[in-house]
Protein backbone atom coordinates (compact mmCIF):
# COMPACT_ATOMS: atom_id res chain seq x y z
CA UNK A 1 0.00 0.00 0.00
CA UNK A 2 2.68 2.52 1.07
CA UNK A 3 4.48 2.38 -2.78
CA UNK A 4 0.64 2.74 -4.18
CA UNK A 5 0.25 5.83 -1.85
CA UNK A 6 4.13 7.54 -2.69
CA UNK A 7 3.09 7.07 -6.04
CA UNK A 8 -0.46 8.80 -6.02
CA UNK A 9 1.25 11.62 -3.58
CA UNK A 10 4.16 12.01 -6.37
CA UNK A 11 1.68 12.48 -8.96
CA UNK A 12 -0.69 14.61 -7.29
CA UNK A 13 2.27 17.17 -6.66
CA UNK A 14 3.04 17.00 -10.13
CA UNK A 15 -0.39 17.57 -11.22
CA UNK A 16 -0.68 20.61 -8.77
CA UNK A 17 2.77 21.74 -9.48
CA UNK A 18 2.17 22.17 -13.24
CA UNK A 19 -1.39 24.12 -12.65
CA UNK A 20 0.38 26.69 -10.55
CA UNK A 21 2.97 27.30 -12.63
CA UNK A 22 0.34 27.82 -16.00
CA UNK A 23 -1.70 30.12 -13.47
CA UNK A 24 0.85 31.75 -11.40
CA UNK A 25 0.32 35.82 -10.90
CA UNK A 26 1.27 38.05 -8.52
CA UNK A 27 -1.13 39.40 -5.63
CA UNK A 28 -0.54 43.14 -6.81
CA UNK A 29 -1.78 42.08 -10.53
CA UNK A 30 -5.12 40.26 -7.97
CA UNK A 31 -5.71 43.88 -6.82
CA UNK A 32 -5.90 45.45 -10.04
CA UNK A 33 -7.88 43.05 -11.26
CA UNK A 34 -10.56 42.75 -8.29
CA UNK A 35 -10.72 46.78 -9.28
CA UNK A 36 -11.88 45.32 -12.67
CA UNK A 37 -13.91 42.57 -12.09
CA UNK A 38 -15.66 44.67 -8.94
CA UNK A 39 -16.94 47.74 -11.66
CA UNK A 40 -17.21 45.22 -14.26
CA UNK A 41 -20.42 43.25 -12.58
CA UNK A 42 -21.71 46.42 -11.65
CA UNK A 43 -22.07 47.28 -15.07
CA UNK A 44 -22.61 44.18 -16.58
CA UNK A 45 -23.16 41.35 -14.83
CA UNK A 46 -25.05 42.21 -11.21
CA UNK A 47 -28.47 40.22 -11.32
CA UNK A 48 -31.09 42.02 -9.24
CA UNK A 49 -33.98 39.59 -7.25
CA UNK A 50 -36.54 42.37 -6.37
CA UNK A 51 -38.83 41.71 -8.96
CA UNK A 52 -39.28 38.03 -7.63
CA UNK A 53 -41.39 39.54 -5.01
CA UNK A 54 -43.67 40.29 -7.50
CA UNK A 55 -44.17 36.49 -9.25
CA UNK A 56 -47.04 35.03 -8.59
CA UNK A 57 -46.80 32.61 -5.47
CA UNK A 58 -48.18 29.67 -7.50
CA UNK A 59 -45.14 29.78 -9.54
CA UNK A 60 -43.20 28.93 -6.90
CA UNK A 61 -41.34 25.25 -8.29
CA UNK A 62 -38.15 24.58 -6.74
CA UNK A 63 -35.90 22.42 -7.64
CA UNK A 64 -35.24 19.39 -5.09
CA UNK A 65 -31.62 20.67 -3.53
CA UNK A 66 -31.84 24.23 -3.54
CA UNK A 67 -32.41 26.79 -0.65
CA UNK A 68 -35.51 27.89 -1.64
CA UNK A 69 -36.72 24.10 -0.29
CA UNK A 70 -36.74 25.71 3.38
CA UNK A 71 -40.00 27.89 2.46
CA UNK A 72 -43.02 27.03 1.28
CA UNK A 73 -43.59 29.98 -1.19
CA UNK A 74 -41.75 33.00 -2.34
CA UNK A 75 -40.53 35.66 0.29
CA UNK A 76 -41.83 38.94 0.47
CA UNK A 77 -40.66 41.72 -1.63
CA UNK A 78 -38.61 43.48 0.79
CA UNK A 79 -36.56 40.35 1.00
CA UNK A 80 -35.32 40.27 -2.27
CA UNK A 81 -34.87 44.43 -1.61
CA UNK A 82 -32.39 43.24 1.34
CA UNK A 83 -30.49 40.76 -0.77
CA UNK A 84 -30.11 43.56 -3.54
CA UNK A 85 -28.90 45.81 -1.65
CA UNK A 86 -26.87 43.42 0.56
CA UNK A 87 -25.53 42.74 -3.13
CA UNK A 88 -24.93 46.64 -4.28
CA UNK A 89 -22.70 47.19 -0.63
CA UNK A 90 -20.59 44.23 -0.90
CA UNK A 91 -19.56 44.53 -4.55
CA UNK A 92 -18.78 48.45 -3.62
CA UNK A 93 -16.98 47.18 -0.58
CA UNK A 94 -14.93 44.91 -2.97
CA UNK A 95 -14.16 47.79 -5.42
CA UNK A 96 -12.70 50.09 -3.18
CA UNK A 97 -11.25 47.33 -0.69
CA UNK A 98 -12.86 47.69 2.41
CA UNK A 99 -13.49 44.33 4.34
CA UNK A 100 -12.52 42.54 1.20
CA UNK A 101 -12.53 39.12 1.89
CA UNK A 102 -15.86 39.16 3.88
CA UNK A 103 -17.72 41.57 1.33
CA UNK A 104 -16.43 38.93 -1.14
CA UNK A 105 -17.79 35.84 0.17
CA UNK A 106 -20.71 37.75 1.37
CA UNK A 107 -21.60 38.94 -2.26
CA UNK A 108 -21.28 35.23 -3.59
CA UNK A 109 -23.34 33.78 -0.74
CA UNK A 110 -26.35 36.61 -1.40
CA UNK A 111 -26.50 35.39 -4.70
CA UNK A 112 -26.54 31.94 -4.17
CA UNK A 113 -29.87 32.77 -2.30
CA UNK A 114 -31.23 34.84 -4.98
CA UNK A 115 -30.13 32.47 -8.01
CA UNK A 116 -32.09 29.44 -5.47
CA UNK A 117 -35.35 31.54 -5.66
CA UNK A 118 -34.82 33.11 -9.54
CA UNK A 119 -34.05 29.13 -10.53
CA UNK A 120 -37.76 28.16 -8.80
CA UNK A 121 -39.77 28.53 -11.79
CA UNK A 122 -38.07 24.40 -12.95
CA UNK A 123 -35.69 26.42 -14.97
CA UNK A 124 -31.57 26.93 -14.42
CA UNK A 125 -28.95 28.81 -15.88
CA UNK A 126 -25.45 28.42 -15.84
CA UNK A 127 -24.05 31.66 -15.32
CA UNK A 128 -22.20 30.24 -12.55
CA UNK A 129 -18.21 30.26 -12.94
CA UNK A 130 -17.79 33.94 -11.93
CA UNK A 131 -19.30 33.52 -8.31
CA UNK A 132 -16.84 30.26 -8.00
CA UNK A 133 -14.22 32.51 -9.83
CA UNK A 134 -14.35 35.40 -6.54
CA UNK A 135 -15.18 32.34 -3.98
CA UNK A 136 -12.09 31.25 -4.72
CA UNK A 137 -9.83 34.89 -4.97
CA UNK A 138 -11.69 35.54 -1.52
CA UNK A 139 -8.58 33.54 -0.36
CA UNK A 140 -5.91 34.72 -2.35
CA UNK A 141 -5.34 37.97 -0.75
CA UNK A 142 -6.53 40.15 -3.20
CA UNK A 143 -7.95 43.17 -0.09
CA UNK A 144 -3.81 43.26 0.37
CA UNK A 145 -3.26 46.29 -1.92
CA UNK A 146 -5.45 49.47 -3.18
CA UNK A 147 -7.58 49.13 -0.74
CA UNK A 148 -9.29 51.67 1.63
CA UNK A 149 -8.65 49.17 4.56
CA UNK A 150 -5.88 46.85 3.42
CA UNK A 151 -5.94 43.59 4.81
CA UNK A 152 -3.26 41.30 6.28
CA UNK A 153 -0.12 40.03 3.58
CA UNK A 154 -0.68 36.05 2.90
CA UNK A 155 1.55 33.75 1.78
CA UNK A 156 2.23 33.39 -1.78
CA UNK A 157 1.21 30.24 -1.96
CA UNK A 158 -2.42 30.96 -0.60
CA UNK A 159 -2.54 33.15 -3.85
CA UNK A 160 -1.21 30.59 -6.19
CA UNK A 161 -3.66 27.57 -4.64
CA UNK A 162 -6.65 30.15 -5.41
CA UNK A 163 -5.92 30.67 -8.63
CA UNK A 164 -5.25 26.93 -8.98
CA UNK A 165 -8.18 26.34 -8.00
CA UNK A 166 -10.20 28.45 -10.02
CA UNK A 167 -8.61 27.12 -12.94
CA UNK A 168 -9.73 23.60 -12.27
CA UNK A 169 -13.28 24.68 -11.89
CA UNK A 170 -13.43 26.59 -14.99
CA UNK A 171 -12.05 23.48 -16.52
CA UNK A 172 -14.69 20.77 -15.11
CA UNK A 173 -17.36 23.20 -15.95
CA UNK A 174 -16.61 23.63 -19.24
CA UNK A 175 -15.68 19.69 -19.56
CA UNK A 176 -19.20 18.65 -18.39
CA UNK A 177 -20.45 20.99 -20.73
CA UNK A 178 -18.53 19.71 -23.48
CA UNK A 179 -19.19 15.80 -22.10
CA UNK A 180 -23.30 16.41 -22.54
CA UNK A 181 -23.07 17.48 -26.02
CA UNK A 182 -20.37 14.83 -26.69
CA UNK A 183 -22.84 12.32 -26.17
CA UNK A 184 -25.57 13.26 -28.58
CA UNK A 185 -23.51 15.41 -31.06
CA UNK A 186 -21.08 13.56 -31.70
CA UNK A 187 -22.78 10.86 -34.24
CA UNK A 188 -21.06 10.73 -37.49
CA UNK A 189 -24.33 11.93 -39.07
CA UNK A 190 -24.53 14.11 -41.41
CA UNK A 191 -28.20 14.71 -41.58
CA UNK A 192 -28.46 15.56 -37.53
CA UNK A 193 -26.47 18.34 -36.00
CA UNK A 194 -26.24 19.73 -32.21
CA UNK A 195 -25.02 23.08 -33.54
CA UNK A 196 -27.86 23.69 -35.60
CA UNK A 197 -30.39 22.81 -32.95
CA UNK A 198 -29.26 25.62 -30.89
CA UNK A 199 -29.27 27.92 -34.01
CA UNK A 200 -32.54 26.98 -35.89
CA UNK A 201 -33.94 27.12 -32.01
CA UNK A 202 -33.32 30.38 -31.28
CA UNK A 203 -33.49 31.77 -34.44
CA UNK A 204 -37.11 30.69 -34.81
CA UNK A 205 -38.46 30.66 -31.34
CA UNK A 206 -36.39 32.97 -29.54
CA UNK A 207 -36.46 35.21 -32.26
CA UNK A 208 -32.45 35.42 -32.30
CA UNK A 209 -31.69 37.05 -35.96
CA UNK A 210 -29.29 40.35 -34.57
CA UNK A 211 -25.42 40.28 -35.85
CA UNK A 212 -24.42 37.60 -38.06
CA UNK A 213 -27.45 34.60 -37.31
CA UNK A 214 -29.25 35.65 -40.68
CA UNK A 215 -25.63 35.22 -42.72
CA UNK A 216 -25.49 31.79 -41.56
CA UNK A 217 -28.95 30.63 -42.99
CA UNK A 218 -27.05 30.49 -46.19
CA UNK A 219 -24.63 28.01 -44.83
CA UNK A 220 -24.99 24.31 -45.71
CA UNK A 221 -26.56 22.07 -43.73
CA UNK A 222 -24.17 19.16 -43.51
CA UNK A 223 -21.34 21.83 -43.09
CA UNK A 224 -23.07 22.32 -39.79
CA UNK A 225 -21.38 19.42 -38.42
CA UNK A 226 -17.76 20.79 -38.36
CA UNK A 227 -19.24 22.90 -35.49
CA UNK A 228 -20.34 20.01 -33.43
CA UNK A 229 -17.02 18.25 -33.42
CA UNK A 230 -15.48 21.59 -32.78
CA UNK A 231 -17.23 22.87 -30.14
CA UNK A 232 -17.36 19.46 -28.27
CA UNK A 233 -13.46 19.45 -28.69
CA UNK A 234 -12.91 22.85 -27.42
CA UNK A 235 -15.43 22.35 -24.17
CA UNK A 236 -13.44 18.73 -23.64
CA UNK A 237 -9.86 20.16 -24.02
CA UNK A 238 -9.36 23.24 -21.49
CA UNK A 239 -7.47 20.51 -18.65
CA UNK A 240 -5.52 19.67 -21.29
CA UNK A 241 -3.88 22.72 -22.22
CA UNK A 242 -3.89 24.21 -18.28
CA UNK A 243 -1.47 21.14 -17.66
CA UNK A 244 0.84 21.90 -20.88
CA UNK A 245 2.20 25.54 -20.01
CA UNK A 246 1.32 28.97 -19.08
CA UNK A 247 1.61 30.04 -22.76
CA UNK A 248 -0.62 27.24 -23.90
CA UNK A 249 -3.26 27.88 -21.38
CA UNK A 250 -3.53 31.88 -22.07
CA UNK A 251 -3.60 30.63 -25.78
CA UNK A 252 -6.59 28.43 -24.59
CA UNK A 253 -8.37 31.47 -22.41
CA UNK A 254 -7.95 33.18 -25.63
CA UNK A 255 -9.69 30.81 -28.06
CA UNK A 256 -12.23 30.55 -25.58
CA UNK A 257 -13.08 34.11 -25.94
CA UNK A 258 -13.43 34.09 -29.39
CA UNK A 259 -15.55 30.84 -28.56
CA UNK A 260 -17.99 33.54 -26.85
CA UNK A 261 -17.90 36.51 -29.69
CA UNK A 262 -19.16 33.71 -32.11
CA UNK A 263 -21.51 32.71 -30.06
CA UNK A 264 -22.57 36.30 -29.35
CA UNK A 265 -22.40 36.64 -32.74
CA UNK A 266 -24.08 33.87 -34.57
CA UNK A 267 -26.39 32.74 -31.83
CA UNK A 268 -26.92 35.79 -30.15
CA UNK A 269 -25.81 34.43 -26.62
CA UNK A 270 -22.91 36.49 -25.28
CA UNK A 271 -22.34 34.97 -21.51
CA UNK A 272 -19.65 38.60 -21.06
CA UNK A 273 -19.49 37.38 -17.48
CA UNK A 274 -16.88 34.90 -18.86
CA UNK A 275 -14.92 37.55 -20.01
CA UNK A 276 -14.52 38.63 -16.52
CA UNK A 277 -13.14 34.86 -15.45
CA UNK A 278 -10.60 34.39 -18.28
CA UNK A 279 -9.53 37.76 -16.99
CA UNK A 280 -8.06 36.85 -13.89
CA UNK A 281 -5.59 34.49 -15.35
CA UNK A 282 -3.54 38.27 -16.85
CA UNK A 283 -0.68 39.85 -15.58
CA UNK A 284 -2.13 43.75 -14.82
CA UNK A 285 0.77 44.40 -12.36
CA UNK A 286 2.03 47.03 -14.80
CA UNK A 287 -1.25 48.78 -13.90
CA UNK A 288 -0.55 48.88 -10.16
CA UNK A 289 1.50 51.81 -9.68
CA UNK A 290 -0.40 53.90 -12.42
CA UNK A 291 -3.42 53.29 -10.29
CA UNK A 292 -2.15 53.90 -7.25
CA UNK A 293 -0.58 57.25 -8.31
CA UNK A 294 -3.89 58.25 -9.68
CA UNK A 295 -5.66 57.37 -6.60
CA UNK A 296 -3.29 59.93 -4.40
CA UNK A 297 -4.87 62.53 -7.08
CA UNK A 298 -7.93 64.75 -5.13
CA UNK A 299 -9.07 64.83 -8.84
CA UNK A 300 -9.04 61.41 -9.52
CA UNK A 301 -10.58 60.95 -6.65
CA UNK A 302 -13.39 62.97 -7.20
CA UNK A 303 -13.91 61.57 -10.63
CA UNK A 304 -13.97 57.91 -9.41
CA UNK A 305 -16.77 58.55 -6.52
CA UNK A 306 -18.59 60.56 -8.41
CA UNK A 307 -18.78 57.80 -11.17
CA UNK A 308 -19.19 55.26 -8.61
CA UNK A 309 -22.16 57.04 -6.61
CA UNK A 310 -24.24 57.61 -10.18
CA UNK A 311 -23.68 53.84 -11.11
CA UNK A 312 -25.28 53.30 -7.49
CA UNK A 313 -27.93 55.59 -8.14
CA UNK A 314 -29.10 53.61 -11.19
CA UNK A 315 -28.90 50.35 -9.47
CA UNK A 316 -30.99 51.56 -6.77
CA UNK A 317 -33.34 52.52 -9.40
CA UNK A 318 -33.31 49.30 -10.89
CA UNK A 319 -33.41 47.42 -7.69
CA UNK A 320 -36.60 49.60 -6.44
CA UNK A 321 -38.64 49.88 -9.97
CA UNK A 322 -38.84 45.66 -9.72
CA UNK A 323 -36.64 45.55 -13.10
CA UNK A 324 -35.37 42.59 -13.58
CA UNK A 325 -31.74 43.33 -15.37
CA UNK A 326 -28.29 42.36 -15.44
CA UNK A 327 -26.37 45.59 -16.45
CA UNK A 328 -27.29 49.30 -15.82
CA UNK A 329 -27.62 50.08 -20.07
CA UNK A 330 -29.96 47.96 -21.03
CA UNK A 331 -32.98 45.73 -19.13
CA UNK A 332 -33.62 43.52 -22.35
CA UNK A 333 -30.51 40.83 -22.63
CA UNK A 334 -31.57 39.94 -25.90
CA UNK A 335 -31.74 44.12 -27.86
CA UNK A 336 -29.15 44.77 -30.79
CA UNK A 337 -27.35 47.54 -28.17
CA UNK A 338 -26.75 44.73 -25.99
CA UNK A 339 -25.43 42.68 -28.34
CA UNK A 340 -23.26 44.93 -29.78
CA UNK A 341 -21.94 46.03 -26.24
CA UNK A 342 -21.30 42.41 -25.56
CA UNK A 343 -19.32 41.92 -28.95
CA UNK A 344 -17.15 45.14 -27.72
CA UNK A 345 -16.35 43.80 -24.68
CA UNK A 346 -15.30 40.10 -25.96
CA UNK A 347 -13.03 42.25 -28.85
CA UNK A 348 -11.26 44.42 -26.01
CA UNK A 349 -11.27 40.99 -23.67
CA UNK A 350 -9.04 39.43 -26.77
CA UNK A 351 -7.15 42.30 -27.54
CA UNK A 352 -6.07 42.41 -23.73
CA UNK A 353 -5.13 38.71 -23.58
CA UNK A 354 -3.14 38.93 -27.35
CA UNK A 355 -1.03 41.86 -25.66
CA UNK A 356 -0.57 40.24 -22.36
CA UNK A 357 0.27 36.92 -24.54
CA UNK A 358 3.57 38.51 -26.17
CA UNK A 359 4.45 40.93 -22.77
CA UNK A 360 4.94 37.31 -21.35
CA UNK A 361 6.17 35.41 -23.65
CA UNK A 362 8.93 32.83 -22.18
CA UNK A 363 8.05 33.95 -18.24
CA UNK A 364 6.36 30.53 -17.43
CA UNK A 365 9.72 29.36 -18.28
CA UNK A 366 11.56 30.67 -16.04
CA UNK A 367 8.73 31.01 -12.78
CA UNK A 368 9.64 28.80 -9.66
CA UNK A 369 6.17 28.20 -8.18
CA UNK A 370 6.30 28.39 -4.26
CA UNK A 371 5.63 24.94 -2.60
CA UNK A 372 1.83 24.66 -3.45
CA UNK A 373 1.35 21.01 -0.72
CA UNK A 374 3.97 22.12 1.40
CA UNK A 375 4.79 25.82 1.59
Not at 284 to 307: P, W, Y
Request: glycine share 6%.
Amino acid sequence: MKPLYNWITKLNDAFWTRIVKATSCNIRSLCVFRIIIGIGLLLFYFPTFSWIGKIPKMLFKPPTLSIANLVSTFPDTGFFIAIDLILLTTIICIIIGLKTRMATILFVVANFVGMSFQYSFAKIDHYILPYFLLLCLSVSGWGCYLAVQPEKEISPAATERSLSLAAVIICFGFFTAGFGKALSWIDFDLNTSGFAWWYYGGYYNLDRKLLLAPLFNQVPFRALEFFDYAGVAFELSPLFFLLWSHKVWHLWLLVASFFHLMNTLLLNIPFVGHSLVFLAFLDFSALFECIKELSQKRSFQIAFFSGLFFIIFIRLRIIFSYQMSTNVFIQDDLREQFLYMCTVVWIVTMIIMIRSILRREGVANSYKPADVLHG
